[in-house]
Every structure is written in structure tokens, then in C-alpha cells.
T-cell receptor, first 112, second 119 residues
Framework: GDSVTQMEGPVTLSEEACLTI???????????LFWYVQYPGEGLQLLLK?????DKGSNKGFEATYRKETTSFHLEKGSVQVSDSAVYFC???????????FGAGTILRVKS | GAGVSQSPRYKVAKRGQDVALRCDPISGHVSLFWYQQALGQGPEFLTY????????KSGLPSDRFFAERPEGSVSTLKIQRTQQEDSAVYLC?????????????????FGPGTRLTVL
């Protein structure tokens, strides 16, 4: 079945460091891919998305590119801030389907 | 505007009790989803409604779990005879329109969740 694997955390970085959180997926066809973020005490929020191969999603300085050949959707940011501390979830929606399939989440801690 | 709301935010139940969790989706949203998030894990799909029709309940873990959306708006997830393994955060999400195929995507907006602890 469809699945998402993302790097384990926690990831601890200093402010202004570069961030990469790896995400790979298993799915048939062409799923849509997402990154969700959960800030402390808040609900899940969509951070960015890509719906077809080679699309790049971007928001708030974060980027991720849909790589069909490597079945990956790695999250990147060039300079993290303390306010980026949160749990990040990679997810897919199957090509023909509605439900989201999530990875286990990666905790990001940014120190000042 | 108002987002997805869920109540109660926290629920403690004794093993064997029945619980009911409520979800108020964003007004006008056709699709409604329930997910279960165990501690340290990502959310896992439970069930999906399009208006009042429950189109997919493949993720419900047992026949103790039951969901309804009788008027196509508010939804209730009921868990009968709760067990310790039911302890989790239950998330509700809604989206504006029906979703089919890859040609249409509608963002799922999530509520804050109900944290259920079964003692």
C-alpha cells in the first residue's frame, strides 16, 4: 500500500542554519505530495504542496520539489528561525483517492 | 473566519466506557475526514464523508468505532467499550468540495484534535 517515510528526529539546529528533512514515498501512479507543520499547541497546517512531477512547492522560505525518479519530496530551508521549531509531516494523497497518508513526523528544534 | 472545531479538546475515559467526539467543519465544506494520531506518529486515516454519505470507512480499526454525519455538517465519532490502545489524538479535517481523481485538489483544513486518554 501507499506509504511515506521521513527522517527521524529530533533535528536540532542553530538559528540561520540550513535545513533538509528527507521524505520518500511509495505509491502507484502520480500522487500529490504535501508538507504539513504542527506548531506547539496548534493543529496541523498545510505548509506547501506539489501535485505533479518536477513541481516545486514553496511557502515561508521552505521549498520541496516533487522528484518522481527518486520518489522523494525533501523539505529545505536556507536559514531557519527559532519560530520554525515545530513538527513537520510529509504526506501524500493517492492519484485516485481522497485520504492523506502521513509520515511519522520530524521534530525540528531551532536554538538561538 | 471560523476554522474546524472539535470538542471536547481532552477526554479521559475508563476502559470500557463509550465516548463521543464531535467535529464542526468549516461551513459549506462538503468533505469531512477523521484521522487517528498515536503518540509520536503521524495521523492515520479512519473514515471519510461526502455530505452525509460515508464513502470510505476502511481505516476504522474495529467495529467499536462508528462515525456519522447525519445532516452533512457536524460529525460525531463514537468509540464503544474503549480500550487503552484507543488512546490517541483524534483529528477532524474538512475540505470545500468533493475530491476525485488527480484533477482536483482541495486542501484539508484540520481541527485542533481531541486527545483521548483511556485509563
Amino acid at each position: 500500500g501507499d506509504s511515506v517515510t521521513q527522517m527521524e528526529g529530533p533535528v536540532t539546529l542553530s538559528e540561520e542554519a540550513c535545513l533538509t528533512i528527507n521524505c520518500t514515498y511509495t505509491a502507484t501512479g502520480y500522487p500529490s505530495l504535501f508538507w504539513y507543520v504542527q506548531y506547539p499547541g496548534e493543529g496541523l497546517q498545510l505548509l506547501l504542496k506539489a501535485t505533479k512531477a518536477d513541481d516545486k512547492g514553496s511557502n515561508k522560505g521552505f521549498e520541496a520539489t516533487y522528484r518522481k525518479e527518486t520518489t522523494s519530496f525533501h523539505l529545505e530551508k536556507g536559514s531557519v528561525q527559532v519560530s520554525d521549531s515545530a513538527v513537520y509531516f510529509c504526506a501524500l494523497r493517492p492519484e485516485y483517492g481522497n485520504k492523506l497518508v502521513f509520515g511519522a513526523g520530524t521534530i525540528l528544534r531551532v536554538k538561538s | 473566519g471560523a476554522g474546524v472545531s472539535q470538542s471536547p479538546r481532552y477526554k479521559v475515559a475508563k476502559r470500557g466506557q463509550d465516548v463521543a467526539l464531535r467535529c464542526d467543519p468549516i461551513s459549506g465544506h462538503v468533505s469531512l475526514f477523521w484521522y487517528q494520531q498515536a503518540l509520536g506518529q503521524g495521523p492515520e486515516f479512519l473514515t471519510y464523508f461526502q455530505n452525509e454519505a460515508q464513502l470510505d470507512k476502511s481505516g476504522l480499526p474495529s467495529d467499536r468505532f462508528f462515525a456519522e454525519r447525519p445532516e452533512g455538517s457536524v460529525s460525531t465519532l463514537k468509540i464503544q467499550r474503549t480500550q487503552q490502545e484507543d488512546s490517541a489524538v483524534y483529528l477532524c479535517a474538512s475540505s470545500l468540495a468533493r475530491v476525485s481523481g488527480r484533477s482536483s485538489y482541495n486542501e484539508q483544513f484540520f481541527g485542533p484534535g481531541t486527545r483521548l486518554t483511556v485509563l
